[in-house]
């Protein structure tokens, strides 16, 4: 069995947790906190930053004035800033009445999940007009300044969707989730063509180091990664095909909650491949090390600027629990194990890793010797098909000349018959005496 065999690859619950304790999946690009206590921590950190400066230059009295009027000059325009992009304008628009706040969430209460087309129909109603025109203000501000840092557009864009839950407040929680997935596929869906692998990141040369890295490693074998794979050779379809597709997919969509959604059908697949070799639902262990295969035989384009997409833009709900988070964060810890596979991870030496790595055929294994023999014999049957086929062919030419010769004498033959009538016909008709007839 494979749960049997020693395993290249483990991973714990425990260690796809935020470093904190708080509960939450953590990802690589936190440095292991899930995305609320990342943004704590680096928020606290430009907070001290900031003090840190301030307390430089308060050596005079007059620097010290100067800094306390810029603050409050800058303390101002943030709110006129904050303003514009939540409300429109620099003012909060008027409180709508009870009445027609409770209409508008009667109305989203009504909407079934994941119907986007009914949510943009809500939207478009005159109790939904406040939702609407926040929206609305957003998507045009930040279009206004989308040469911003990446950075502060991704902070730009998680204050809002903090700031835009509380219009669905009156909503049980889950279908409050529902509700800023819509928010998040409408604002994102916009926003995709001018922050995805933004001009002020380094994603487009990551991803193009993160496919060369996946293209040295295509020699990577299922049995060395420790997948179970089926023992039919190349008369047996992948089982991971299904999971190599729709992670593929994944980079046509825009919204992030849609490549969740790539990703979770992509690791469904994979459990499915899993359990149907293992004949037993698959474990942590086993779901990394096919998450792997997959993506190496994938090689999905622009992975690294699609997870920090999704990093930067996501709700963090979806990513720091429940089925897209564990999924995410498995994906997350497959491209970290990527980019630094070394020969123990697969169970080979570090010669034999080096070898495989410059293209050298490294020693053979045990698995690797079957898929050596498996696919000499395949080529010792190609070789045979191709001299049957010749064969053959050279037998229906002959076949073929020797029909034309029978049709050509069989002709020659009706032909000789005919001339021969035709002269015994007109003897016949040479021989009657005049006035009678040739019965």
């Known amino acids: 069995m494979w749960a049997e065999q020693k395993r290249g690859i483990h991973v714990t619950q425990a260690e796809l947790l935020c470093k904190d304790g708080c509960g939450f999946y953590g990802n690589p690009a936190w440095q292991g906190y899930c995305s609320k206590c990342w943004r704590k921590r680096t928020r606290t950190t430009e907070t001290s930053k900031e003090d840190h400066g301030l307390q430089d230059e308060g050596s005079s009295q007059l620097n010290l004035f100067k800094t306390e009027e810029k603050k409050n000059a800058e303390k101002g325009r943030r709110s006129s800033t904050i303003m514009r992009l939540f409300w429109g304008s620099s003012s909060p628009p008027r409180q709508e009445s009870p009445e027609g706040q409770e209409a508008a969430l009667k109305a989203f209460q009504s909407l079934e999940p994941g119907d986007f087309p009914g949510f943009l129909k809500l ?6 007009q406040r939702l609407q025109s926040r929206c609305t203000a957003f998507l045009n501000t930040i279009d206004a300044y989308h040469d911003l840092p990446v950075q502060k557009q991704s902070d730009l864009v998680q204050d809002f969707y903090q700031n835009i ?4 407040s009156g909503l049980p929680e889950p279908q409050v989730s529902h509700m800023m997935e819509h928010v998040e596929k409408l604002i994102m869906t916009r926003l995709h063509k ?5 001009d002020s990141c380094d994603d487009e040369q990551k991803d193009l180091t993160l496919q060369r890295r996946i293209k040295s490693l295509n020699w990577v074998t299922p049995e060395m990664l420790r997948v179970p794979f089926p023992q039919g050779g190349s008369d047996t379809s992948d089982p991971y095909l299904p999971a190599i597709t729709a992670i593929i997919e994944m980079d046509a969509k825009r919204a992030p909650q849609d490549k969740l959604a790539c990703l979770s059908k992509c690791s469904q697949h994979v459990f499915q491949a899993l359990a149907s070799e293992n004949r037993q639902p698959a474990n942590a262990d086993d779901f990394l090390s096919g998450l792997i295969y997959v993506v190496l ?7 690294h600027s699609n997870i920090n997409y999704i990093v930067r833009f996501g709700l963090p709900h979806s990513l720091m629990a429940g089925e897209s988070g564990y999924y995410f964060t498995n994906l997350s ?8 596979l070394d020969g123990p991870a697969l169970n080979l030496t570090p010669e034999e890793f080096n070898s495989c790595m410059q293209g050298r055929r490294a020693p053979s294994g045990p698995a690797e010797r079957a898929g050596q023999k498996r696919a000499q014999e395949n080529r010792e049957q190609l070789e045979q098909l191709k ?7 050279q037998g229906a030419r002959a076949l073929q000349e020797q029909l034309d010769l029978w049709v050509r004498s069989v002709q020659d033959q009706i032909d ?5 009538s035709v002269l015994v016909l007109k003897d016949d008709v040479a021989e009657v005496p005049p006035g009678e007839t040739v019965c």
């Not at 939207?123 to 939904?128: A, N």
């Not at 001018?194 to 933004?198: G, I, K, N, P």
């Not at 035989?297 to 622009?302: G, I, Q, S, T, V």
């Open 123 to 128: 939207l478009r109603k005159p109790s939904s």
């Open 165 to 168: 839950t509380v219009h669905f």
């Open 416 to 420: 000789e018959v005919r001339a021969q």
């Open 387 to 393: 001299n049957r086929q010749e064969k053959i062919d």
């Open 297 to 303: 035989r994938a090689n999905p384009p622009r992975l």
């Open 194 to 198: 001018w922050v995805f692998c933004h």
């Open 333 to 340: 810890c497959t491209v970290a194990f990527i980019e630094k």
